[in-house]
């Protein structure tokens, strides 16, 4: 013979077991809103740190990584070609990468809106 569920015990029972003075209130909840966050809440500090760290990643990539997946750059949309030898970059780019750095050469001219290091600038101007 099985045992019944806790909540299928307490299905009809109004409190479910917990009593009627401690059920909305903020002591019940172990404060209100990010309170105990740092302490007791260990949960919610892990989804915060989360968030933290998905704010600090920083998308790099190299002049040589453009020129080698320039194909794929224009088929997915993050290039646009301008002219014969010039493209530019769209906000799907921006949006994907941060930053350019300046490791290799480019065999065409291009236009960005993203952050470049003084290297880069040099070579795109």
Known sequence: ????????????????????????KSGSKG??????????????????LKKIEEARKIRIINLKQIELYLCKFLKKGFLI??????????DKFANFYSK??????????LKTNVKTTKSVKLKLS
């Open 81 to 90: 070609r301008v002219a014969k030898d010039s493209y530019a970059t769209t």
């Open 31 to 48: 404060g209100t809103g990010r309170g105990g966050i740092w302490t007791h809440k260990k949960f919610s500090r892990i989804l915060e």
């Open 100 to 109: 350019i750095t300046g490791d290799g050469e480019l065999s065409f001219k």
């Open 1 to 24: 013979m099985g045992f019944r569920k806790k909540t299928l015990r307490y299905r009809g029972s109004r409190s479910y077991g917990r009593g009627f003075g401690c059920k909305n």
